[in-house]
Nanobody, 120 residues
């Protein structure tokens, strides 16, 4: 099971840190991605973290504003969101590929999401 938290309402330019906590399996070697979906839009990936590759990948629209990190002791992956824009408003989901494939992974675990709203 994956559970996201940390979403909320933030003003443009603000920051949030989303958490993705796993239970029942370890994220230590998993490939973990964050996706988002805004109302009326298709889901889009915002990050992918692969321990096999030892690096994170982000789409161009992130522009260096988002960063992922892991805390193995807490079995948690974080997504730091900085310099948020109104167009970042969406529900954010984490997903895990427990086989630890290269990005993009084949995700077999999904969370329920956490809402991020960027508005003044």
């Amino acid at each position: 099971q994956l559970v996201e938290s940390g979403g909320g309402l933030v003003q443009p330019g603000g920051s949030l840190r989303l958490s993705c906590i796993a239970s029942g399996f370890t994220l230590e070697h998993a490939t973990v991605a964050w996706f988002r979906q805004a109302p009326g839009k298709e889901p889009e990936g915002v990050s992918c973290s692969s321990t096999r590759e030892g690096k994170e990948k982000y789409p161009d629209f992130v522009e260096g504003r988002f960063t992922t990190s892991r805390d193995s002791s807490k079995n948690t992956v974080y997504l730091q969101l900085n310099s948020l824009k109104p167009e970042d408003t969406a529900r954010y989901y984490c997903a895990a590929d427990t086989w630890g494939g290269s990005c993009p992974g084949v995700y077999n675990r999904w969370g329920q999401g956490t809402q991020v709203t960027v508005s003044s």
